[in-house]
């Protein structure tokens, strides 16, 4: 046998899980190696199919084009078969033996619905780890609750934590709760293929996506059961460090982030914001006394900080060793120049006809000896129905040309509403949602080295009453 | 497992190893105690056991040297060495390139997989200009954040951008380097071969944010602050009702959202009638809501909600999730003691089949340094021992 070029090689994931955690858990599972094969349904696609499609473009086959779908399916192959039929299930039951991991995120009475628990897939294959990565866990009252990494901020004692000071609580501006789970998922199931080798036994793992996020606030649950304090909402700032925050730099809605550690990188602070007396004044001379006057001294130190670009006060900053971040927004990260040095997103072309698309690696980590797979495009649905089938099961042609007939598989979509109305009930209001505030759009002449939006009168609206469906 | 450092991303990654069963050594700078003394007096961290460092370093054993030296260095490459994973910062000064004297290539050829978290990554030809080795830039989880874009949309658009607290870019980081370790144990138990991980807490960060990232990447537009909500639909949002707060993600299920409120005729208001409508009509719909999520009680919401298959729930205060019942059904706070009594640990964010609930509390300062130096003498002396009489015996036989 030849050498492996990568850690996971041999193995192979049966992937039914959709939106984020899963997905993301089974890609870099694909990433190291393994062979994954994402399960979909004609009529059950992944609902990130539909999400933020290239250039906003509904035409064809729109759901091949998913921002989204591409940055959690790479390395992946695909097939799509209604589990809705026994055959299917059939189907899905064949591939079982050949497979390592499977790796689910529905509520749990999905799976043992469609006969796919995991009682049932121990017995096909007792080598099986299943992992199921539920909102709220396999057990518990709440544990048929649905949920996503967005909701999560709210039961996990996040958004509580989260605000400005004396207000209202609020979300992260990302739902980080999803990768989280996603990475920590893949961790376990690897953890469980250690264990295998040493038991020769598989197992299912519950994995609960509240309870992962409930590890964020690990400190504040520990400091709650000692002293019966509950965390206070403190915006940016830190409990025992001053100054640290949010501050305004030049330029609308352009801000950096800084935190001073010590006496001297306060000395350095305001030395590089051109107020030395600041440093020496009366009541600023200690990390306390600071964070006992910090709406005072923020005032002092925005009046400084607005006078300068972010990323050119982040330098100098740096430079005299304090700790400082540019806030940048969404097409800053993609065109930052450490990261591009450090090859974060790999231009890969999606779609007929094919448009780049900067890839975002699922595995950080820099690896002296191995490197992940290269990326490239999702499965297109069903793409891989005859190779998976065909190859697994022994199915010839005919056997795929009568299956594909009956529904069984399929390699288009089929939608409860006219395909027509589908296109237009994906096809985002970006004027409307400019003109609300909620985005803007990109730099029209292309200078982020991405492709601009296609700018629209401000004053357009939805002109149809339609149907709320979102068809996967 | 070694973990050097007791900063949120390398204690919470050996967190997650001592969950698994691993026998974790943490390894202190004599002196340095800024997480053990973090927080309040009544906290723990009067006597360095501050509540963030109990959970993070729960069942550890603890060793206290001074890695700013190279006497400190060279213990720990001794250490090391008879370890299966090392998870470490960039070492102090010169310390860095003493180390790579102490031929723990060697070591990593033997099976040992070392990962060096930093906030940039590692110096290299390809590095990036932020790990610059003539003066590589610092970061803590607020400036990782930062720059990976989240804060720039987090909040209230009238209102400075927010940083999500606590550390999220160090317990990503903590993930990623845990996962990435497991990868790295997969390719040893292949090859036999240790390896070298270079993870930056920056890169952690970004890929923890590809919501943001995917807007300018496919329909040409930029995120921006836009409270907490989710750009495509409303009502996605917090809601105020009579004992505390609830998020709301209604805008895909605006039918089961109507029925909530028992307002069902909604559906036909023009208004209302669509997602891009209601997203349009936002504030209307918002007072409109908001009127009815004030008069009601948030748990009564959650579990109407919840039986309507809508993505509703409370914002649970840190306080409460010790005695929350689906947490208690789960054991996933557990009560376990120390020296200071009582101690609610959360349960890790995976149940595997093998997982044991661990007893030992965190270790005080060098709790363990004699023993587990010790240890390490002894097992030296035995090898070497080991080596010299099958080197006796070898020439007996020539």
């Known amino acids: 046998m030849s050498a492996p070029e990568r850690p996971l090689e041999g193995l192979r994931v049966l992937d039914f899980s959709h939106i984020w955690a899963g997905p993301i858990c089974a890609r870099i ?43 959690r399916n790479q390395n992946k192959r695909g097939v799509a078969v209604d589990l809705t039929t026994e055959e299917g299930r059939e189907l899905i039951r064949g591939l079982v033996p050949h497979a390592d991991v499977v790796v689910e995120n529905f509520t749990p009475r999905v799976m043992p619905a469609f006969g796919l628990g995991y009682d049932r897939l121990a017995e096909l294959n007792p080598g099986i780890v299943m992992i199921s990565m539920s909102g709220y866990g396999a057990t518990g009252p709440y544990s048929r609750f649905g949920a996503i990494g967005l909701s999560l901020d709210g039961s996990t004692g ?226 891989h129905n005859g190779e998976v089938f065909g190859g697994l099961l022994g199915l010839d042609e005919s056997d795929l040309a009568r299956l594909a007939a009956d529904g069984v598989i399929g390699t288009e979509p089929r939608f409860a509403i006219p395909v027509d109305e589908q296109r237009d009930i994906i096809r985002y209001p970006l004027a409307m949602w400019v003109g609300l505030g909620s985005v803007r759009w990109l730099a029209p002449d292309g200078s982020h080295g991405l492709a601009p939006g296609e700018p629209q009168p401000a004053e357009a609206q939805p002109t149809d009453a339609q149907p709320e469906s979102a068809g996967s | 497992m070694v973990q050097v450092g007791d900063d949120t991303a390398a204690a919470f990654a050996g967190r997650l190893f001592v969950e698994l069963g691993c026998r974790v050594i ?155 370790v497991l990868a790295a144990l997969h390719w040893r138990m292949r090859t036999g071969r240790g390896s070298h991980i270079d993870l930056s807490m920056h890169d952690a960060a970004v890929a923890f944010d590809e919501y943001n990232l995917v807007l300018p990447a496919t329909v040409g537009v930029v995120r921006q602050r836009f409270y907490s909500r989710i750009i495509q639909g409303y009502p996605s949002d917090i809601f105020e009702c009579r004992d505390g707060w609830l998020v709301v993600l209604g805008s895909f299920n605006f039918h089961e959202m109507s029925l909530l409120i028992g307002r069902p005729e909604l559906l036909d208001d023009p208004l209302f009638a669509d997602r891009n409508y209601r997203t349009a009509h936002w504030p209307e719909l918002h007072a409109l809501l908001a009127s009815w999520f004030i008069e009601q009680n948030r748990d009564e919401v959650v579990a109407r909600a919840q039986e309507l298959r809508l993505m509703v729930s409370a914002v649970v205060r840190v306080g409460e999730l010790a005695e929350h019942p689906h947490v208690r059904a789960r054991e996933g706070v557990r009560h376990e003691r120390d020296a200071l009594g009582d101690v609610a640990l959360v349960a890790p964010p995976f149940r595997l089949a093998s997982w044991r609930p661990r007893h030992e509390p965190a270790p005080a300062e060098g709790e363990h340094t004699v023993q587990i130096l010790g240890a390490v003498a002894s097992e030296e002396r035995a090898e070497a021992e080991g080596a010299e009489a099958r080197a006796r015996q070898g020439g007996a036989a020539r």
């Not at chain 1, 609902?47 to 998913?66: E, P, Q, V």
């Not at chain 1, 790999?346 to 990326?375: C, H, K, M, N, W």
């Not at chain 2, 940083?163 to 380097?177: F, G, I, M, R």
Request: charged content about 25%; proline content about 8%; overall charge negative.
């Open chain 2, 26 to 180: 943490l390894v202190e700078r004599p002196g340095e105690r800024a997480e053990r003394e973090a927080g309040s007096p009544e906290s723990g961290a009067e006597v360095g056991r501050s509540s963030t460092f109990t959970y993070l370093n729960w069942a550890k054993q603890g060793v206290t040297l001074d890695y700013a030296r190279e006497e400190g260095v060279a213990l720990l490459a001794r250490l090391a060495r008879r370890a299966d994973v090392l998870i470490r910062p960039p070492l102090p000064g010169a310390m860095d390139e003493h180390w790579r004297g102490l031929d723990i290539d060697g070591a990593r050829e033997a099976g040992l997989v070392e990962l060096v978290i930093s906030p940039f990554g590692e110096p290299g030809p390809d590095a990036g200009p932020y790990a610059d080795p003539d003066g590589p830039w610092q970061a803590d989880a607020g400036a990782a954040l930062a720059l990976a874009g989240i804060p720039y949309t987090t909040g209230d658009p009238a209102k400075p951008p927010l940083l999500t607290q606590p550390e999220v870019a160090a317990h990503a980081t903590a993930v990623e380097a845990f996962m990435s």
């Open chain 1, 29 to 71: 599972l694909g990433d190291l190696g393994a062979d994954v094969i994402k399960i979909e349904g004609p009529g059950r696609y992944d609902g990130m199919r539909n999400l933020f499609l290239m250039a906003n473009d509904t035409d064809d086959d729109y759901w091949n084009r998913s921002g989204f779908f591409q940055n």
């Open chain 1, 158 to 383: 996040l958004s509580a934590s989260n605000g400005h000071p004396g207000d209202r609580p609020e979300k992260s501006g990302s739902a980080f709760l999803d990768p989280f789970g996603g990475v920590s998922g893949a961790a376990a199931v690897m953890a469980a293929l250690l264990e295998r080798e040493r038991t020769s036994r598989g197992q299912f793992i519950d994995l609960s996506q509240h309870e992962g996020g409930i590890n964020f606030v690990g400190g504040y649950v520990v400091e709650h059961g000692r002293s019966g304090r509950e965390p206070e909402r403190r915006g940016s700032r830190s409990d025992r460090l001053a100054p640290q925050g949010i501050y305004p730099c030049d330029g609308d809605e352009e801000w950096i982030y800084l935190s001073v550690r010590d006496e001297a990188g306060w000395r350095a602070l305001c030395e590089e914001l051109g107020a030395p007396a600041l440093a020496e004044e009366p009541g600023f001379g200690s990390a306390a006394e600071r964070l006992a006057r910090h709406d005072a001294l923020d005032e002092r130190l925005a009046e400084r900080t607005r006078l300068r670009e972010k990323r050119e006060l982040m330098a100098a900053l740096q430079r005299r060793g304090v700790i400082a971040g540019a806030l940048l927004d969404g097409a800053e990260v993609l065109n930052d120049p450490h990261l591009a040095a450090r090859d974060t997103f790999e231009s890969i072309d999606v779609g007929t006809p094919p448009r780049p698309y900067p890839s975002q690696r699922a595995l950080p980590a820099r690896f002296d000896d191995f490197a992940p797979r290269p990326a490239g495009p999702a499965p297109r649905l069903g793409e």
